[in-house]
């Protein structure tokens, strides 16, 4: 391709400015120019403000647009950022391909799974490249598990995310403009986030996904409702989540969730063993399994005699501002190269991690039935969960 990739981004909000830094920077290394940013509210496409996040973003040519579809038409981008709530999507991601631009969506790429269906149809139809926000797949130590796990078998995988209710919004939709909620705190709030198993536990389910290269086969949740009396002030999302994953290759995963108000308290907890190794994150990222073939030794092996380092730590961030920066550079690379390989998702291969959460909620509403995900994409019997509520 000749010149950089132009590049635009829809929804200048709290992650729209963390890949607006990302694409500051690849600007500088002359891999990508910046064309244009879209965002329905003008406060938030405001160099000043977009300043306060990025220090080194200055508008220069970058053209401004209230409106998708006229940025599109008159910035000519080759690839879109779609950086908007995921229950405000109208048509724009196919409206977008549709002229042969490419699409880098946020997860969820949407909320109601006709709705992912009619997208990535278009993105198919057009022949586009896409990928999907899920950043971890960059992470060092998660690709030496995707690595080490390609020839074996999973047994299970847990991903426990100890947390706490968002309180302060630092949210940048006007969601008390767009009929949602007053204190902008969408996250918290169901209609808005789907649940966090949607919003956040997508992530989880992506990352399992990736660790062991299959897809989820069927899930069963049960979720603990907030109390009545505190969703005033907490949001409508459940407090707790627990939900297990039965892969297509065989093997299941746990994703466990907590969402408690006032306790400000953060954990992550990890693992994932085959069925005769335990891969466990420690220091660094180490794999515990005894390889001697006198198996079982006559006496207990050591630590040292199980222990193999897969990565070294310490373990960076999985969600943070280095994966986020590599997913970024190797989808605007797979475009300007013409390399599908940089890629470690397309819109189509994610929607398996979206039908799972969104089948999680459909399983703890309920009364924590299993559900079969490619019954939950297809069946009749799961229709009226698959579309947009009326009103909304
Ligand atoms: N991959 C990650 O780690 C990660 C992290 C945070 C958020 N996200 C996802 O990014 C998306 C955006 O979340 P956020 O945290 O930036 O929210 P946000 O509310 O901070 O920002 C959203 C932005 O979109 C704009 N917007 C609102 N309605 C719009 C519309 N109809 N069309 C275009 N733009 C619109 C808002 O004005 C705002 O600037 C969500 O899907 C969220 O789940 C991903």
Redesign the pocket.
């Given at each position: 391709m000749a010149g950089a990739l132009k590049v635009a981004v829809?929804?200048?909000?709290?992650?729209?400015?963390?890949h607006l830094k990302s694409i500051v920077s690849l600007q500088v290394d002359e891999e990508v120019q910046l064309v244009a940013l879209?965002?329905?509210?003008e406060e938030?496409l405001a160099e000043t403000k977009i300043q306060g996040y990025v220090p080194d973003y200055k508008r220069g040519s970058t053209q401004l647009f209230t409106d998708?579809d006229e940025m599109v038409d008159t910035a000519k981008p080759d690839a879109v950022w779609?950086?908007?709530?995921?229950n405000?999507?109208?048509g724009?991601i196919e409206r977008t391909v549709a002229k042969g631009v490419h699409i880098f969506a946020?997860?969820?790429?949407s909320l109601f799974y006709d709705e992912i269906k009619s997208q990535a149809d278009a993105i198919d139809k057009a022949g586009v490249a896409s990928v999907v926000?899920?950043?971890k797949r960059y992470d060092p130590w998660y690709t030496a598990i995707h690595d080490y796990m390609a020839d074996k078998q999973l047994a299970s995988a847990m991903a426990v995310s100890l947390g706490s209710v968002e309180g302060h919004?630092?949210?940048?939709?006007?969601?008390e403009r767009?009929g949602g909620p007053k204190n902008?705190v969408?996250?918290a709030n169901r209609a808005w986030?789907g649940t966090s198993m949607v919003?956040?536990g997508i992530?989880q389910t992506d990352q399992i996904r990736y660790w062991v290269s299959d897809d989820v086969e069927w899930v069963q949740a049960a979720y603990v409702d907030r109390p009545e009396d505190l969703q005033e002030t907490q949001g409508d999302n459940p407090t707790a989540y627990t939900v297990v994953y039965g892969f297509k290759r065989g093997g299941i995963a746990n994703i466990i969730f907590t969402k408690p108000a006032r306790s400000y308290y953060n954990e992550k907890i990890e693992y994932i063993h085959t069925p005769e190794a335990h891969i466990a994150f420690e220091d660094d990222l180490a794999v515990y399994s005894y390889g001697g073939s006198d198996y079982p030794p006559a006496s207990r092996p050591t630590r040292e005699q199980l222990r193999t380092v897969l990565a070294e730590g310490p373990e960076t961030n999985p969600?943070g501002p280095n994966s986020?920066m590599e997913i970024s550079r190797q989808f605007a690379r797979s475009i300007s190269e013409s390399d599908p390989s940089l890629r470690r998702n397309s819109f189509r291969s994610s929607m398996n991690s979206l039908a799972a959460v969104l089948a999680a909620n459909v399983s703890d509403s309920l009364g924590g039935i299993r559900i079969d995900i490619d019954e939950f994409e297809n069946s009749d019997k799961f229709a009226e969960y698959r579309q947009r509520p009326e009103g909304l």
């Open positions: 829809v929804g200048i909000g709290q992650r729209g400015l963390q879209a965002d329905p509210f938030n998708v779609f950086v908007m709530p995921p405000q999507h109208r724009e946020e997860k969820p790429q926000g899920f950043q919004s630092a949210k940048h939709s006007p969601t767009q902008r969408w996250t986030s919003e956040a992530h969600m986020t």
